[in-house]
């Protein structure tokens, strides 16, 4: 069983910014897509942003493109979620996964990690 990683969560102003990582010590990491998921409490666990095997595909959730950044270390096993100009709706538990497909689906990603909390104060 894969194990995923994520780190960098914590409470930060409206505005501010912080950035997610999460390591795959474990993984074949290169051959897997990685997803970003959030999950508010009393909410479904949605798509924040997802990218290929190898950085070329990239796709954000319209409620975070201009603002998030995805991005990937194959060399290091680790996906990044760099957030600017956070909001206090962008409070969640932020998960990494990983797929054979960067897809927006939850169902689509076979490896999750135990999520890092975000909190945005306004």
């Known amino acids: 069983q894969a194990e995923l990683v994520e780190s960098g969560g914590g409470l930060v102003q409206a505005g501010g910014s912080l950035r997610l990582s999460c390591a795959a010590p474990?993984?074949?990491?290169?051959?897997?897509?990685m997803g970003w998921f959030r999950q508010a409490p009393g909410k479904q666990r949605e798509f924040v942003a997802t990218?290929?095997?190898?950085?070329?595909?990239?796709y954000y959730a319209d409620s975070v493109k201009g603002r998030f950044t995805i991005s990937r270390d194959n060399a290091k096993n680790t996906v990044y979620l760099q957030m600017d100009s956070l909001k206090p709706e962008d409070t969640s538990v932020y998960y990494c996964?990983?797929?054979?497909?960067?897809?927006?689906?939850?169902?689509?990603?076979?490896?999750w990690g135990q999520g890092t909390r975000v909190t945005v104060s306004s």
């Open positions: 996964a990983a797929g054979f497909h960067a897809s927006t689906a939850v169902s689509f990603y076979r490896y």
């Open positions: 474990g993984l074949t990491f290169s051959i897997y897509a």
């Open positions: 990218i290929s095997r190898n950085g070329g595909s990239i």
